[in-house]
């Protein structure tokens, strides 16, 4: 499943 994450204004992809 990939989730996104918004990070210093940053928008990250996380594999978990």
């Given amino acids: ?3 996104t994450m ?3 204004g940053k928008t990250i ?3 978990i």
């Fill in 6 to 8: 918004e990070l210093d």
């Fill in 13 to 15: 992809k996380l594999q």
């Fill in 1 to 3: 499943k990939i989730r």
